[in-house]
């Protein structure tokens, strides 16, 4: 994993922007409409190359596929396990249920926009979950490859993303396995052929885990704190059990309480669950730092990242259509490296994703990759102070 030897390097979360006519197959799909796998393969490939060249514009140091050719960063992999069925509706958010007069506003807002589905119609475990094949994940990479390639694009590095065994078992019911624990056993084994594919093809991996942060006021909403980082414990370790065979520098993990725009105050503080961050066997992570909720937990990155761990520090926020001035990046970039107290373990990244989902996101297509433009400039100016 790269460090910012001499220059700040930028990166982001992994997805971005897809073209509407992308965003439109996933939709379609989603309400169970019959969609070509020719005509979403073009798209998809059509997004990939679009994607790689945008990120060079604007900056981006460490780049990845933009998450294209997935509908989600989780859902995708429904497609992917075995002893899946059966449909369930996953309960809202602790702090949007606070609030009825946003609850209706949001949700009206989504009815006229083409979006997947992340609530209703979820499936679950019903039988043994193994990775049925690792064909679709090693294509990933492939058409990654060649997109570099052919775009002659020269990142410093790359990553790809895979979900924790967490937030899968966040979105797909267990009525299989007698405990939960079992089942994340059996999901962090079934993971394992993602994670060690991606990073076998020279790509960094990327752990999305923001179960570790998020489920506090989703699935354990109603239940102690101690239950929940207990929960946070059992993943973690789930995970360093999945990554045995891949060493620590090559993965970085993100965790964070929900990419929405919202209330965001029954968040768990950032505090309370780094006792259970720092088991993780992973080479850094990927925090927010910028949204008005957590713009204050970057002082918790020098009780969480080790000597040997890095921390890309999210400085853009990607749930408002606000562009950064980029002295505002680079101050919050020194806060984090003044710290810390080395400016070569801290990157420049966002929040999380613009598009986790496809159609869900908040913040313009055009204003996205001015945001990362942003996030270029104010990583140039933090270098030259702490250079």
Known sequence: MRRSEGRVLTTHTGSLPRPPELTRLYARRSRGETVSPGELEAAGQAALHWVVGKQAEAGIDIAN??????????????????????????????????????????????????SVDDISGLTKALGEVRYLDAAPVAKECADFLAALDQNRADFAETFLTA??????????RNEHYPSEEAYLAALAE?????????????????????DLA???????????IDEFLAFGCRVVDAINH??????????????????????????????????????AKVGGFVLPFANPRHAHEFRCVKDLVGADQVIVAGVIDTTTNYVEHPEVVADRLERVARILGDPSRVLAGTDCGFETIAG????????????????????????????
């Open 65 to 114: 596929n933009g998450e294209q050719q997935r509908d989600s960063f989780v859902l995708y992999v429904r497609d992917r396990l075995s002893g899946l069925g059966g449909t369930w509706q996953r309960r809202q958010r602790a702090d949007v249920e606070r609030y009825p007069i946003f609850k209706r506003q949001t949700f009206d807002a989504a009815t006229v926009k083409e």
């Open 163 to 172: 979900p924790s065994p967490g937030m899968v078992s966040a979105i797909v």
């Open 190 to 210: 079934a993971l394992r052929v993602e994670y060690e594919t991606i990073v076998s093809n020279g790509f960094l991996l990327q752990l999305d885990c923001p």
């Open 214 to 224: 998020r489920e506090r006021h989703n699935t354990y909403q109603d239940r102690p």
């Open 242 to 279: 999945a990554l045995r065979n891949i060493a620590r520098e090559r993965v970085r993990m993100h965790v964070c309480w929900g990419n929405y725009e919202g209330p965001h105050d029954c968040d768990v503080p950032l505090k309370e669950i780094v006792p259970v961050l720092r088991r």
């Open 360 to 387: 869900k996101g908040r913040v313009a297509q055009d204003i996205a990759w001015a945001k990362l433009a942003a996030l270029s400039e104010g990583a140039e100016l933090a270098t030259r102070r702490l250079f």
